[in-house]
């Protein structure tokens, strides 16, 4: 069964990168056809597509953070990871990984999520 | 402001049928039959219940079914059962350069 596992800060300071790993257990990042991703949702609010990446390193953004995320695949380690540049309290919201199908473009397995704090 | 448009609420009793819209445009919704639809529990991560407009994917009830007409992409819940109620959300590949856009979601209550 395929589980996917968000780690990193729960707080993050204004300015600076917040970081974030998902751990795969359960399956490959290397299985063909699919594409691994992060969703964002500020509380009380709805879901925002961050941006996705294929266990090549092709990765495909969210024009709106305009150049401020990026999102590497660690194929030794099944994991893939997001640093969101210049934080902001705009930033604040509950990360999720997930598993995009590749031709149906829909979202099939997620993580729990982890709720990141930007303050100082 | 969400890319697609979702009833903010909507809300029903046990055993009728419900549906919730989702409108998008010529350029998403309209152009691919590539709309998905996730329940979410509060506190919980969303849950794949429908894909490519119609898809089912194994273990969501059947009581779940999606259609679309043109820019238009409708989730239907029939005999709702308490155990519904939780947040829906669409969304659809795009293209161009936003591959991916979400509905605001929709608060199903179960009355």
């Known amino acids: 069964q395929l589980q996917l596992q968000e780690s990193g800060p729960g707080l993050v300071k204004p300015s600076e990168t917040l970081s974030l790993t998902c751990t795969i257990s359960?399956?490959?990042?290397?299985?063909?056809?699919?594409?691994w991703g992060w969703v964002r949702q500020p509380p009380g609010k709805g879901l925002e597509w961050i941006g996705n990446?294929?266990?090549?390193?092709?990765?495909r953004y969210n024009p709106s953070f305009k150049s401020r995320v990026s999102i590497s695949v660690d194929t030794s380690k099944n994991q893939f990871s997001l640093n969101v540049n210049s934080v902001t309290a705009a930033d604040t919201a509950a990360y999720f990984c997930a598993r995009r199908s590749g031709s149906g473009w829909y979202w099939d397995n997620w993580g729990q999520g982890t709720l990141v704090t930007v303050s100082s | 402001q969400s890319a697609l448009t979702q009833p903010a609420s909507v809300s029903g009793s046990p055993g009728q049928s419900i549906t919730i819209s989702c409108t998008g445009t010529s350029s998403d919704v309209g152009s691919y039959s590539l709309v998905s639809w996730y329940q979410q529990r509060p506190g919980k991560a969303p849950k794949l219940m429908i894909s490519e407009v119609t898809k089912r994917p194994s273990g969501v009830s059947d009581r779940f079914s999606g259609s679309k007409s043109g820019n238009t992409a409708s989730l239907t819940i029939s005999g709702l059962q308490a155990e519904d109620e939780a947040y829906y959300y669409c969304?659809?590949?795009?293209?161009?350069?936003?591959?991916?856009?979400f509905g605001g979601g929709t608060k199903l209550t179960v009355l």
């Open positions: 969304s659809s590949y795009a293209g161009g350069d936003t591959d991916v856009v």
């Open positions: 990446v294929y266990y090549s390193g092709s990765t």
């Open positions: 359960g399956g490959s990042i290397s299985s063909s056809g699919h594409y």
